[in-house]
């Protein structure tokens, strides 16, 4: 059964970071490329960062220069290391394959307030 499990998410003050990972099983990781997804109250989801079984990497304007994408293949696991983080960036952050599967994993939260 696919699962995909986002952790890392938080409070943090405008300027602040956060390094959010997740966890997957059953959906083949070394094989697929990877994303990052954020979802903001009353707006759609949005792909924020991708990352290619190559490790060819691309970001959403609104992150270029601030966030960083990496995987470990060997632990299914993708990470997005955010820095300089603003009000904006405050979502629900997700993972899944791009294009996304229908299964989709609890998110986590990012709240960037002072």
């Known amino acids: 059964q696919v699962r995909l499990v986002e952790s890392g998410g938080g409070l943090v003050q405008p300027g602040g970071a956060l390094r959010l990972s997740c966890e997957t099983s059953?959906?083949?990781?070394?094989?697929?490329?990877m994303a990052w997804y954020r979802q903001a109250p009353g707006k759609q989801r949005e792909r924020v960062a991708r990352?290619?079984?190559?490790?060819?990497?691309n970001y959403a304007d609104s992150v270029q220069g601030r966030f960083t994408i990496s995987r470990d293949n060997g632990k299914g696991t993708l990470y997005l290391q955010m820095s300089s983080l603003k009000p904006e960036d405050t979502a629900v952050y997700f993972c899944?394959?791009?294009?996304?599967?229908?299964?989709w994993g609890q998110g986590t939260q990012v709240i960037v307030s002072s």
């Open positions: 059953a959906i083949r990781f070394s094989l697929n490329t």
């Open positions: 899944n394959t791009d294009p996304p599967s229908r299964i």
């Open positions: 990352i290619t079984i190559r490790d060819n990497i």
